[in-house]
C-alpha cells in the first residue's frame, strides 16, 4: 500500500535530504538547526534557537502552514547544562516565533553532537494542517 507524499527539497543537500513531507494533514519537518539563511551560525544558543525558527517557519510555509499548526516539538541540544541556564532566554526566544506561549508536547533530548561542532541545537517538529 503506498502513501501520498509531497516534499519540499532546499538547499546544499536537496538531491539527499528533504527538508519536510507532508502525508495527508500532517506536516513532519526534518530536523532545523541555528544557522541563518546565509550559513553563519550564532555563537550564543538564544540566537541559534531563534534562527532555527526562523527555518522551520520557512519549511512551514511551503506547505501553507505557520507555527501555530505544530503540536510537537523536539529539541536536541548539546550542552544540556548550558541549555537550562538559559531557559528565559531560549522560551523568549521561542514564545516570539511562535507569536505566544506555544501550546506543543515538547521533549528535550541531550546529543553528544550535531553536524557542525558550532551548532548547539536542532529542532525537529510535527504540524497538522
Known amino acids: ?19 519536510g513531507v507532508k502525508v495527508g494533514d500532517s506536516l513532519y519537518l ?6 541563518t539563511e546565509t550559513g553563519e551560525i ?23 502552514a505557520k507555527m501555530d499548526n505544530i503540536v510537537d516539538e523536539t529539541f536536541f541540544v548539546t550542552d544540556m547544562n548550558e ?3 538559559q531557559v528565559p532566554q531560549i522560551f523568549q526566544a521561542r514564545e516570539a516565533a ?23 541545537v536542532e529542532i525537529k517538529v510535527i504540524a497538522k494542517i
Open 30 to 35: 526534518a530536523g532545523q538547526v541555528g544557522m
Open 83 to 85: 541549555c537550562m541556564s
Open 98 to 120: 511562535y507569536g505566544k506561549k506555544p501550546e506543543v508536547a515538547q521533549t528535550l533530548i541531550g546529543v553528544s553532537a550535531l553536524v557542525d561542532p558550532g551548532l548547539k
Open 42 to 64: 550564532p555563537a550564543e544558543l538564544p540566537a541559534q534557537v531563534e534562527a532555527a525558527y526562523k527555518n522551520i517557519a520557512t519549511v512551514l510555509s511551503q506547505f501553507g
Open 1 to 19: 500500500m503506498s502513501i501520498e507524499k509531497e516534499l519540499f527539497r532546499s538547499g546544499p543537500y536537496a538531491d539527499f535530504f528533504s527538508q
